[in-house]
């Protein structure tokens, strides 16, 4: 039996598994809409100003108006949170995903014909990576196939309802058994993982794809990168990386808002190093750090 999902579709609440929004939705015939996925540490939403600010960036590129402003979606957040409580009876760390869409409306592609934006939060248990997992280190796969959408074209920057790219990849590794996909850009560079971004390892130095490269420049990415050089006295750097550059790295890692650090072992048949004794751990350390941390300064943000 699947876990309960709670969903709130305009202010009401109800099942996910209930519909809620009208066929001629944009968000679902054309993918014309935005999101963002938040989770909670200990209770808190985290790094709330963030989400909402790459949550508005991306709107605003689309031409999409977010009706309301942050105080409304964190008390509509509340809202649902305290409902999925109710109905599971028990205390959880939270995934949360919303999904603004331009509307619904007369079918055809021109945007004028949208009536109003329409929002959808769902909220569930959040998935993580089992223990194992994170102690041995997960498997990544190069696509071969497709390759990452162009910053010239749909620019993965925006973070829209459209992940058929991302999507295609993924099948594709995860067809070869690999936990996760490396997805190349179109000039043979790195770019990132389907719903993470991607760091590597040499020595005490960080170094992972530039925005250029055609990514979506996570919120853990963001931390990690500023933490490294501000407060935890790593080198870092933004540079392209092929992946006949992979066997000069001792370690590789992801990050996203889901999973903070996952450490990766394998890329096809390229081994990296895992465990307590790596670079990875530490940051992953320190990343929980920056957390407790953070939490104790965000108290306004506690959901639950």
């Known amino acids: 039996m699947s876990e309960y999902i709670q969903a709130n579709t305009n202010g009401k609440l109800h099942d996910a598994n209930e519909p809620s929004i009208s066929p001629l939705d944009r968000g679902f015939l054309y993918g014309d809409s935005v999101y963002e996925v938040l989770r909670t540490y200990d209770g808190v939403l985290f790094a709330f100003e963030e989400h909402f600010d790459r949550l508005n960036r991306s709107a605003a590129a689309l031409g999409i108006e977010i009706p309301f402003d942050g105080g409304v979606l964190i008390t509509e957040m509340r809202r649902t949170i305290s409902a999925f409580f109710e109905k599971t009876r028990e205390r959880t760390e939270i995934y949360i995903r919303l999904q603004i869409s331009r509307g619904a409306g007369t079918i055809g592609l021109d945007t004028a014909l949208a009536d109003r934006p329409l929002y959808v939060l769902i909220v569930q248990r959040l998935p993580r990576w089992s223990d194992d997992k994170l102690k041995k280190g997960i498997k990544l796969s190069i696509a071969n196939r497709l390759c990452r959408n162009s910053p010239q074209n749909l620019n993965p920057a925006w973070k829209t309802g459209n992940y058929l790219n991302n999507l295609m990849c993924l099948r594709e590794a995860r067809l070869r058994l690999a936990d996760e996909v490396v997805i190349l850009n ?63 790295f001792d370690e590789c890692f992801l990050t996203s808002t889901t999973n903070d650090v996952v450490p990766v072992a394998r890329i096809d048949d390229i081994a990296f190093k895992v465990g307590k004794k790596t670079l990875t751990s530490t940051v992953k350390r320190m990343f929980a750090e920056y957390v407790e941390k953070h939490n104790g300064s965000e108290i306004e943000m506690k959901v639950f």
């Open 186 to 248: 179109m000039e043979g560079a790195i770019a990132e993982a389907s719903v993470c971004n991607l760091f590597f390892v040499k020595g005490r130095k960080l170094m992972t794809p530039p925005a250029d490269t055609g990514i979506l420049e996570g919120i853990t990415r963001k931390i990690v990168l500023r933490e490294a050089l501000r407060s935890w006295d790593l080198d870092i750097a933004e540079q392209r990386i092929y992946p006949d550059q992979l066997d000069e």
